[in-house]
């Protein structure tokens, strides 16, 4: 049986980018929902072998509906077992869920731009060092207890954690497409005067320089999250399904 993989997006015209398409590669099906358009949750991960919960505008401590039941929600796969994979909100909703402080830096530093960052020593057999990522954001969290870092940073320590054996989150971007990164650079350009952004011009430079390492290191981890379990032999059913 192919594996279903439950993608959890936050806009209309969000998109999951090159980590749909390995996990398609791979195989899988998925089931792709935007809670903040009304498509619901399920109540457990009996259909769903994993999910990957995607960034947005909005932020972790936002009082809205959506994110709350989002981050309650994820006591789900974690209790259940499954694996989870939280990129930029997606981590920073497991670490509000778990106890952690989803934070913004008193001097409104963000990351928007490459940035490097740096394995620890639980995390050495999935990050090189130093590691130039692709970073959109302006909070970050603390490491929840019973939580292991696995890469830091500088401006915003914790960048990777993992919690129990195949709950992880990150704090860069691997999904994005080149198409993608010029998208937010226009619709989301007034990002690029807050303090510690680079410029367009460099997104675009450091991207020939660093997007090999970073998309080799996506499916380094996609392989170490999501084992390979399928037969040889076995037909993958139709790839997309749900949501709006």
């Known amino acids: 049986m192919a594996r279903r993989i439950l993608i959890i997006l936050h806009q209309e015209r969000s998109n999951p980018g090159r980590v749909a398409q390995e996990l398609l590669r791979r195989g899988c099906v998925l089931d792709i929902r935007r809670p903040s358009l009304g498509d619901p949750l399920p109540e457990t991960m009996a259909e769903h072998d994993a999910v990957v919960i995607f960034g947005g505008p909005m932020s972790a401590n936002d ?5 709350k039941a989002e ?12 694996p989870y994979f939280g990129i930029c909100l997606g981590a920073q909703l497991m670490a509000r869920h778990l106890g952690a402080r989803v934070y913004g830096r008193e001097d409104e530093r963000v990351e928007v731009g490459y940035y490097p960052i740096r394995p620890t ?17 302006r909070e970050g969290f603390d490491l929840p207890s019973g939580a292991v870092q696995l890469a830091a940073g500088d401006d915003f ?12 989150g990150i704090q860069f971007h691997p999904e994005l497409t080149t198409q993608m990164m010029n998208a937010w650079l226009v619709y989301a350009r007034h990002r690029l005067t ?8 460099i997104h675009r430079m450091a991207r020939y320089q660093h997007d090999g390492t970073l998309r080799a290191w996506l499916n380094r981890f996609l392989d170490h999250w ?7 032999g076995e037909q993958a059913p139709p790839a997309v399904t749900g949501g709006r």
């Open 226 to 232: 999501l084992p390979e379990d399928r037969q040889e």
């Open 121 to 137: 020593e639980e995390g050495g057999h999935l990050f090189e060092d130093p590691q130039y990522v692709y970073q959109w954001h």
């Open 157 to 168: 320590p914790v960048q990777a954690m993992r919690y129990g054996p195949n709950a992880y």
């Open 194 to 201: 807050q303090p510690g952004a680079q410029p367009a011009h």
């Open 63 to 67: 009082d809205l509906p959506f994110i």
């Open 71 to 82: 981050t309650e929600w994820i006591g789900v796969p974690l209790k259940e077992g499954k």
